[in-house]
């Protein structure tokens, strides 16, 4: 399966513009309980950071609460990701129909297709191409030793300061 960065930068700006979102932070949240969700915070196992779990009559993003809120954060997003793009028809299926996704820390590896579409869906969701581009003039580049920089940003789009460098860097703002 090929990613589809283009089809999920588009499902992005739909999202944000339907939602009115011009600005960090983007209300993660809000988002997927408007788009259907319904999201429930709980301590799970320290190696999960949420699951998805999706039947005919409802979807639920389950959030271990045991974890900072903006490994919180990415993963509504992340789980939002796999909600609006992908059917589980590989998953695992019980007798009653349900589906169940579990983030853990496979979901980072990035060797699975749906995983990486997953991660890239929450990524662009927290810190758009878009915000961070108007915020940050062209031509700029960010110290990435410069730890109350990036410090700061990051708190403002509420993300991990290493999920803001990974972004940044893909974007070529991020200087050696």
């Keep these: ?10 499902l992005i700006r739909d999202l944000l513009k339907r ?24 301590s799970l196992e ?3 950071s949420g699951f998805l779990y999706r039947d005919k009559d409802s979807v ?7 974890q900072k809120i903006e490994r919180q954060r990415f993963t509504i ?12 028809d590989q998953l695992h299926t019980d007798r009653s129909g349900f589906q169940l996704r579990l983030r853990s820390p496979k979901s980072s590896e990035g060797t699975d297709a749906t995983e990486i579409e997953a991660n890239l869906f929450a990524a662009e969701l927290l810190m758009p191409t878009a915000f961070l581009e108007r915020e940050l003039a062209v ?38």
């Design 139 to 176: 031509g700029t580049r960010i110290d990435a030793i410069d730890d109350e920089q990036i410090a700061k940003l990051a708190k403002k789009y509420g993300v991990s300061t290493q999920a803001l460098l990974i972004k940044l860097s893909r974007m070529g703002y991020i200087t050696d």
């Design 19 to 42: 939602h009115g979102v011009t600005g960090a932070p983007v209300p993660v949240d809000k988002i997927a309980r408007a788009e259907g969700a319904t999201i429930v915070s709980k």
């Design 1 to 10: 399966m090929a990613i589809r960065r283009k089809k999920i930068e588009q």
């Design 77 to 88: 997003g992340h789980e939002l990701g796999h909600f609006l793009l992908h059917e589980y």
């Design 46 to 48: 320290s190696e999960f």
């Design 60 to 66: 639920i993003i389950g959030v271990n609460k045991s």
